[in-house]
């Protein structure tokens, strides 16, 4: 008889059904980060474990917070904190996919951003996982609608982040709610010496775990540009023209930076949006909504304000200041060339940023591809303009609004083909949906003068 590979899912001690539903989801090997993680946390062991956005990290405590589950007992057995709520929604979602093979986990988000009154509904009814950000889970617990005596497992997801946004305090506050005798999971990215700080408050002899932030030359193609500190901005729309990419993000290293690039990108005729860490929850869901459906070329955006994202087909990336940490730009740069795609990581350094390239150069174990700035010539005399347009409309789920009560208004009510109309995004008070440029106010004034499922509706054009 062969034992079973140590990257199969079958080598753990997984429930057949768990199994059954991991095949089916196309979980067909553990990824690094599991098949490092998952034996000691189903074992119960505290843990520290190094690894990026996308590496599988939440199936690597997903699986483990799953089998400590009791299904029958209706209390809240596992808490995970994130950083933000876009990261607690991607998270719960990967939760209940996870735990479809279960009879009736029930898994809450509580995030900032929307009403008390309505998750104070939610919890009254009863949970087994909360998924939530540390200020609104304080909040909940101060007021004593969450109860944690029966929970047995911590999450703490992107740790480092929480400390970049100030949560420390937070943190050992939520913590030292939590029962004594329960599991911590702590996933990070970086390592930050606040880490070591918050884990010899709370953690009991955790192992720790890094798995190598390194991406196959053949996905990502890197290359440098060295450059003056005064000609930067203006070498990123050449960057921009030279290798038209669909979908960029370009990192900064400051708020400040952020906006001048994004003024003189759009003075240049790009379409592009700034993410950074003051923007109100609704600007902030609507940038990310646009980038994400290719309303938008460029997201400019700081590391604090980016992480926790994933954005799927993401061309290139642009390090347009070299961050001082190295294995920052990794996880930058490890955004593009996801699921087998490849992708373009492009870095422009002036003479005072060299040191911090070496010591990118030492983690990746090679040395920079250097190319000159007068190479970068327009490869078209057309402007790089986003092929969609987001229609914004005035109502979301609370209005009982679907995905397809808006495609089948733009379809079988006005005529326009399913090519016409891109990604639908139902919020809780709003919708946003992606159509073809050409006809973005045409849909607008027309969505105005019609109904969806019956009702009257707002609508605008986002324009930047």
């Known amino acids: 008889m062969t034992t079973a590979p140590q990257t199969d899912f079958s080598a753990l001690p997984l429930t057949p059904a768990t199994l059954a539903n991991l095949t089916q989801l196309g979980y067909t090997a553990m ?5 490092a993680c998952l ?19 939440t199936a690597a405590f997903a699986l483990a917070l799953l089998a ?25 979602t990967e939760i209940r996919r996870l735990a479809r093979a279960e009879d009736n986990i029930k898994v809450v988000t ?43 497992t911590l999450v703490l997801d992107e740790a480092d982040r929480m400390l970049d946004m100030g949560f420390f305090e937070d943190i050992v506050k939520v913590a030292k709610q939590c029962p004594k005798e329960r599991q911590t999971l702590l996933f990070s990215a970086t390592y930050p010496e606040g880490i070591a700080k918050l884990s010899a408050q709370f953690m009991k002899e955790p192992i720790t775990i890094k798995v190598e ?5 053949s996905q990502i193609e890197q290359r440098w540009y060295e450059v003056k500190s005064n000609e930067r901005l203006h070498a990123v729309g050449l960057l921009l023209a030279h290798f038209r990419p669909a979908s960029t993000i370009a990192f900064c290293n400051t708020k400040a930076q952020c906006r001048d690039l994004v003024e003189v990108l759009r ?16 600007e902030r869901d609507q940038v990310l909504v646009r980038f994400a459906n290719r309303s938008c070329s460029v997201l400019v955006a700081t590391d604090v304000a980016a992480r926790g994202l994933d954005i799927a087909n993401l061309e290139a990336v642009i390090n347009v200041d070299v961050t001082p940490d190295s294995e920052v730009h990794v996880h930058r740069i490890g955004r593009t060339g996801r699921a087998g795609e490849s992708g373009l990581a492009l870095n422009l350094a002036s003479m005072n940023e060299m040191g911090y ?52 208004a733009l379809t079988a009510d006005l005529g326009y083909t399913r090519e016409q109309v891109g990604k639908i995004n139902v919020n809780e008070w709003s919708t946003y949906v992606a159509v073809d440029r050409n006809i973005a106010q045409q849909v607008a004034s027309r ?10 509706v707002k609508v605008r054009v986002l324009e930047d």
């Open 31 to 35: 990824t690094p980060i599991q098949a």
């Open 39 to 57: 034996p000691s946390a189903l074992l119960g062991k505290d843990i520290i474990a190094q690894a990026k956005t996308g590496s599988g990290k």
């Open 68 to 92: 400590n589950l009791n299904p029958r007992r209706f209390a809240v057995q596992t808490m995970v904190l994130c950083p933000t709520r876009e990261l607690a929604d991607q998270v719960t």
């Open 110 to 152: 509580l995030c900032g951003g929307v009403p008390l009154r309505g998750q104070f509904a939610t919890l009254e009814h009863g949970a087994h996982i909360v998924v939530g950000t540390p200020g609104r889970l304080m909040d909940h617990l101060e007021r004593g609608s969450l109860k944690l005596d029966a929970l047995n």
């Open 213 to 217: 932030a390194q991406h196959s030359d």
């Open 267 to 282: 003075g240049q005729g790009f379409s592009a949006l700034a993410l950074f860490g003051e923007l109100e929850q609704r």
């Open 357 to 408: 390239v070496g010591k990118i150069e030492q983690l990746q174990g090679r040395e920079s591809d250097w190319h000159p700035v007068s190479e970068l010539t327009p490869a078209s005399k057309e402007p790089l303009v986003p092929a969609m347009t987001t229609v914004h409309i005035q109502g979301g789920r609370k209005e009982k609004i679907r995905p397809g009560d808006v495609l089948g």
């Open 447 to 456: 969505l105005n003068d019609g109904k969806i499922k019956g009702k009257s």
